[in-house]
């Protein structure tokens, strides 16, 4: 279907005023329970306050969209009720998912073990959801804002938008978290919880590269532009990912699971060597080539500016000549230098924030919502659904995932 076709489905003239359904957003989880409960026969309106569906969608994965993965799984989960996610998941799986895509002849690849993205661009995804929602009869409002919502005695809920006033019998909110607010990105979905009583976890940036102090900044910025694979301990958490340096700081896969660990004051403990004891290679290399420098063993594993960089470090820092060779170092300079590579630690300043931040760590407090079906028992018709809940999934396809299955998991009874 061509995207000419889909835009003339969006916006439509329309003076109906009462609907069985109507989602708030139309991202990931907006779209997958709209059609989902399109296909049920409901009369579903998605109110979107962007100019067009799907925005994140499209810049998610480098603009190729990782939309699943394949081990999606509640450990891959970060909430403060960790078994919150176990029913949608499980009855809506990344096989199901996938079985979607190839219905609709999406061209993906498979970038890591489990990782799907999509093979050009993003934008055959938000096709595949537009075209859904079109085929289950949904009708969708693009730049539309909402500005209060309130309950009705009767049942059902009143909305007051920009294009006037509407009544529903189920509401279901998918405004998603804060995350990069140049796309849109409101605490909307947040003040109506709070409005209905619900409560809100604390919130923060998640899946977001770090900023560095005045001193790291010197040592990385002639190095922006490096990636290499590394492994990377913060708090509890161990993760072995390529590292990106940035002129900004430190990013890349490693850099931004780790965030979802951090917190301001904590430090990242950096194995340049993903894994090789340096101690043992370098008492090996004492014996084996006890003329070679530091620069020129690391020179051989890592990049070469990188290297220099760290030899030169660990030179200054334990007070060494950096032209000494192998033969000259002690047992207590071997320790020392393998201590300085295998755990390299740093203070990073803090990290990008909401303007990069992939999500969002915390928000709607899941005890108050059914994980059957996204309800809110004490609300009557009322549904929250995808990131704007207190569900964040580790970097890799699982958000995208949990935003497809809270979606059915509602739509299928909304």
């Known amino acids: 279907m061509t995207e000419h076709h889909l835009a003339s489905n969006l916006n439509p003239p329309s003076d109906q005023r009462e609907w069985d359904v109507i989602v708030i957003g139309a991202g990931a989880a907006g779209m997958m329970c709209s059609a989902t409960a399109g296909y049920r026969g409901r009369r579903v309106l998605v109110i979107e306050h962007a100019k067009r569906a799907g925005k994140k969608i499209l810049m998610s994965g480098g603009g190729r969209c990782n939309f699943t993965n394949m081990d999606a799984a509640p450990e891959h989960y970060f909430s403060a009720n960790p078994h919150f996610c176990i029913s ?3 009855r809506y799986t990344p096989r199901d ?14 970038k890591a073990p489990g990782q799907l993205f999509c093979a050009d661009s993003a934008k055959p995804m938000v096709a595949l959801l537009e075209t859904e929602c079109e085929w289950a009869g949904v009708t969708t409002w693009l730049s539309t804002s909402v500005n209060a919502v309130a309950a009705r005695e009767q049942g059902g809920f009143t909305l007051s938008t920009s294009r006037g006033t509407l009544g529903c019998e189920a509401l279901v909110v998918a405004t998603g978290g804060l995350s990069i607010p140049t796309l849109g990105a409101t605490g909307f979905g947040y003040e109506l919880a709070r409005q209905f009583g619900l409560e809100v976890l604390p919130t923060r940036p998640a899946l977001v590269p770090f900023t560095l102090t005045a001193g790291w900044k010197e040592f990385f910025t002639p190095l ?7 492994s990377v301990r913060c708090n509890d958490a161990y993760y072995r990912e390529p590292l990106l340096i940035t002129h900004r700081g430190l990013s890349g896969p490693v850099m931004l699971k780790s965030s979802t660990h951090w917190t301001p004051g904590d ?19 004492r014996i084996s080539e006890p003329r070679k420098l530091l620069r020129q063993w690391l020179g051989e594993r890592l990049p070469k500016r990188l290297a220099q960089a760290l030899a030169q470090w660990c030179s200054n820092t334990l007070s060494l000549d950096s032209e000494h060779p192998a033969a ?12 300085c590579l295998n755990h390299f630690s740093l203070k990073p300043a803090g990290t990008e924030g909401w303007r ?6 915390g928000g709607i407090d899941t005890r108050a919502v059914s994980s059957k079906d996204m309800s809110v028992g004490a609300v009557p018709g009322l549904y929250f659904i995808g990131e704007v809940l207190d569900v964040t999934g580790q970097l890799g396809g699982y958000n995208f995932q949990w935003a497809w299955s809270s979606g059915v998991a509602c739509g299928n009874v909304a």
Do not use: M
Not at 224 to 230: R, T, W, Y
Not at 328 to 339: E, I, K, R
């Open 328 to 339: 000259q170092w002690s047992n207590d300079t071997v320790a020392a230098l393998a201590q």
């Open 97 to 110: 998912f996938l079985e979607l895509v190839e219905r609709h002849a999406v061209d993906y690849v498979e």
């Open 267 to 285: 430090s990242l403990h950096i194995d340049w060597l993903d894994g090789l004891d340096a101690q043992q290679a370098l008492v090996q290399l």
């Open 88 to 90: 949608a998941l499980k």
């Open 224 to 230: 922006a532009g490096i990636s290499v694979p590394v």
């Open 356 to 361: 990069t931040a992939e999500v969002t760590l």
